[in-house]
């Protein structure tokens, strides 16, 4: 696998690859669906685990293909042994206070995520995961300032709409129907909105590390991310009660849903601005509908699919016109230099 040329990747081939990030991020509510005896921390548990396990043999074996390219990592000579090794396979930073902090959000990501899709029906989890956006759009302004050209703002904002009148839409439903949770839709829905926060802080520490110049991989503190989820369920999952059908689910889940695509979502982070992230993320909504309502009979309203259309349309806009913006710019740089060489 070119491990190297992920570090290397142009704006297009960061797009493309978000997009599939999001296609392997949505199976969680799917999959989620078909266990058959887990209870809700014992989920997170294990899914969590999973992913720490996975990331455990990636993770070398990423690092062991930079080296061989002659990519080194930086200040190794200032670490003892034991923090040689970490660094050298796992890329662990102790000493980098942005490598703890995502470490974090990550970890509350993982936790409030599968938490809350026990609580409340995937399309209300997802829904309430996609104010990502608004909120790391705000967040990078105002912490980074990164300017933001009209079009995100418009996208955002459109993106934002589709999302409340989905979200609405489902509410007051749910606040109508008699047979509904509404102390699991409301206490769910609490639980989620952990996630576009954790994401919004997360992704906002990956750009401010690179504007800034350090020479860090925050790769690795997905790492710890799962780490720190799996001990902050542990106590909660005993006695476990999965079967082994579970743990194959589980298993698919920290490999397949978390431990690559989060990887590779890192990657993108470093090329794309996180409010561009945070959009092109929002397709994990669409998708993770889709799923759980071709696969998992959890049909969504016509309020669902026009809202989603809304933010699939934001979506698309946002980037062609980032495309041409960028084609155009890069014509004009090529003129200047031929009219200089004449």
Known sequence: MPFRALSRLSHTQAVFMMIAVTLMWSIAGVVSRQLESAARFEVTFWRSAFTALSLLVILPVWRSADRRGGLQAPGERARSVIGRTLHQHWGLLPESRAFWVSGVCWSVMFTAFMLALTFTSVANVLVIMALGPLMTALLARFAIGQRLPLRTWLAILAAGAGIAYMYGSQMLTAMSDTTASASGLLLGSLIALCVPVAAAV??????????????????????????????????????????????????????????????????????????????LALLEVIFGIVLAWWLANEVPGTEVLAGGSLVIAALVINELLGWRSRAGTLRIQTLNADARES
Request: hydrophobic share 55%; with cysteine.
């Open 202 to 279: 997360n992704w906002t520490v990956v750009q401010r590390s690179q504007s800034h110049g350090e020479r860090i991989d925050l790769v690795p503190s997905v790492l710890l991310g799962a780490v720190l989820s799996a001990l902050y369920t542990l106590a909660l999952a005993l006695p476990f009660a999965a079967t082994r059908a579970d743990i194959g689910w589980l298993a698919l889940l920290g490999l397949v849903q978390l431990a690559i695509p989060c990887v590779l979502s890192v990657v993108c982070a470093r090329v794309l601005k996180a409010p561009e992230v945070s959009l």
